[in-house]
């Protein structure tokens, strides 16, 4: 089917049989034809009326025998039920957060969200004493809404929901409505103070620890963390970190030693973004050189030592033509001595060749075509007859059998 949300002919025919309240039956009549390309014939019956459908399978042919009958059917067919309300507008069910994603992209302000506080609920005093009719103690619970913040580029949104996720979706729905009619921006240059505001937009993702290794990473600076101080009681303790990124230093204090390492790392980045600028160095283009064709496909000496048939057959690969067509036209003779004459078609030229059984009559041909064409002849192989041994006459000599000997195993015939 086309859609695959489609209901099928016998899906169909199903629902119609379970609506009358009967059982619809498939019946296979006739297989004919050969084995590469059977036809089939089925009948289907509902209740006292029957229908008679064809196809190349079984499955086909109900298929078939399902449309013909929900055509022709005198049954009452069921109401068909209204189509589901889709919740999420977007096509192709894309979530708000996945389409903002996309529109972020083509923008390049990438989309940050933020989880907010949630808004302070006003304290009314339950009376959990209170019985209502039938002797019961009544408590609700007020519902949790999550918050969260949204940042496209210079744009901020909000947005509410019972899951994180929803509120997220709702942000992104706000988002969308603002930013699909706005123009996209234009790339700024990478070079001069843009490009400066431009990594540090990317770098703002980024913790600031990551940040120290990527510049020393860049510049070749050897970085290191080291806590120098721990005090205070076990549970209020104090941690001071120490970072070294080659001639600079700088320290942190926090109640962790993560959060000690992070000030510490945002205290040595002031000194690290007030050095000069790597200069930029442009890579070397590589460039392929072709590999030249070793063999010539098309020349008239091209594989005169290799089969007439695979011979033909790489030829107009290299060609980039159409492959050669092989057809048996006829098979005459008698049981024992048979001849076969096989045509090929290249293009509009068409040679036939004749041999003893198919494989030879096919050879001898690709071997004419090959001539007709304007290639050399194939090189002859060694004769069948000659690996095999030529028959010999029938007047009282064995046939076709290698000569006695007196270990051999071989029994005779003499004729």
């Not at 409505?177 to 996209?184: G, K, R, Y």
């Not at 120490?242 to 959060?259: D, H, I, P, Q």
Request: proline share 9%.
């Amino acid at each position: 089917m086309a859609n695959p949300k489609e209901k099928t002919p016998m899906c169909l025919v199903n629902e119609l049989a379970r609506f009358n309240r009967i059982q619809p039956q498939y019946k296979l009549l006739n297989e004919r034809g050969p084995a590469h390309a059977k036809m089939f014939t089925v009948q289907l019956t509902l209740g006292e009326q029957t229908w008679e459908a064809e196809g190349s399978s079984i499955k086909k042919a109900q298929h078939a025998a399902a449309s013909k009958a929900l055509n022709e059917t005198t049954l009452p067919k069921p109401t068909p039920r209204p189509p589901k309300n889709n919740v999420n507008n977007n096509p192709g069910s894309i979530t708000p957060t996945v389409e903002l994603n996309g529109l972020a992209m083509k923008r390049g302000e990438p989309a940050i969200y933020r989880p907010l506080d949630p808004k302070p609920v006003p304290n009314y005093r339950a009376n959990y004493n209170f019985r209502g009719m039938y002797n019961q103690r009544y408590h609700c619970p007020v519902p949790k809404i999550f918050y969260v913040q949204l940042t496209v580029g210079n744009s901020e949104f909000f947005g509410e929901g019972k899951t994180r996720q929803a509120a997220r979706h709702n942000a992104a729905m706000k988002a969308l409505q603002a930013l699909q009619n706005e123009p996209i921006p234009e790339k700024l240059p990478q070079n001069g103070e843009t490009g400066k505001e431009s990594e540090e937009d990317k770098d703002a993702n980024k913790s600031e620890i990551s940040v120290v290794f990527e510049i020393a990473l860049k510049r070749n600076i050897p970085v290191s963390f080291e806590v120098i101080k721990e005090s205070g009681p076990p549970h209020m303790k104090s941690f001071v970190t120490r970072v070294t990124v080659g001639e600079f230093t700088a320290e942190g204090e926090g109640n962790s030693k993560k959060l000690s390492k992070k000030r510490a790392a945002m205290a040595v980045l002031q000194e690290l973004k007030k050095l000069p600028p790597l200069p930029v160095i442009e890579k070397p283009k590589l460039y392929f050189k072709k590999r030249p064709k070793t063999i010539l496909k098309t020349g008239p000496e091209y594989g005169q030592g290799m089969n007439p048939i695979s011979r033909l057959a790489q030829i107009q690969q290299a060609k980039k033509e159409k492959e050669p067509e092989y057809v048996l036209l006829s098979e005459r003779g008698m049981p024992r001595r048979r001849e076969f004459v096989m045509q090929v078609k290249v293009g509009n030229e068409i040679t036939t060749g004749t041999g003893p059984n198919k494989k030879i009559a096919k050879r001898n041909a690709a071997e004419a075509m090959l001539l007709q064409l304007g290639y050399k002849a194939s090189t002859p192989l060694q004769d069948q007859s000659e690996k095999l041994g030529e028959n010999k006459s029938w007047n009282g000599q064995n046939v076709g059998f290698p000569e006695p000997t007196s270990n051999s195993k071989y029994c005779f015939l003499n004729l």
